[in-house]
């Protein structure tokens, strides 16, 4: 976490637990272009919107939980 910034931990939970509207991708549904290690499999033409998602210091703190875990806290704290 250089310069106050947190690094992308690659887990791919944002790509699940957030709707992607220019991809008609609902929120709770696994990105179509998402391969299993949760990368993006497409990430030189991906949406802006996931270009411009920032990791934060919320994405350090449920780094430990399942990934069904992590939907369910950031469905309970974002309300998607």
């Keep these: 976490m250089e310069d106050g910034k947190t690094e ?4 791919g939970i944002c ?4 709707s992607i509207s220019s991809l008609n991708k609902p929120a709770g549904i696994r990105c179509s272009r998402q391969l299993p ?6 990430y030189e033409n991906r949406p802006q919107v996931c270009r411009d998602f920032k990791a934060d ?5 449920i780094s ?12 309970k704290v974002y309300g998607e």
């Design 64 to 75: 430990t939980l399942t990934e069904k875990e992590k939907l369910r806290v950031i469905k």
């Design 8 to 11: 992308c931990l690659m887990c």
């Design 57 to 61: 210091a919320f994405c350090v703190l």
């Design 37 to 42: 290690d949760g990368r993006c499999g497409d």
């Design 15 to 18: 790509c699940t637990a957030y």
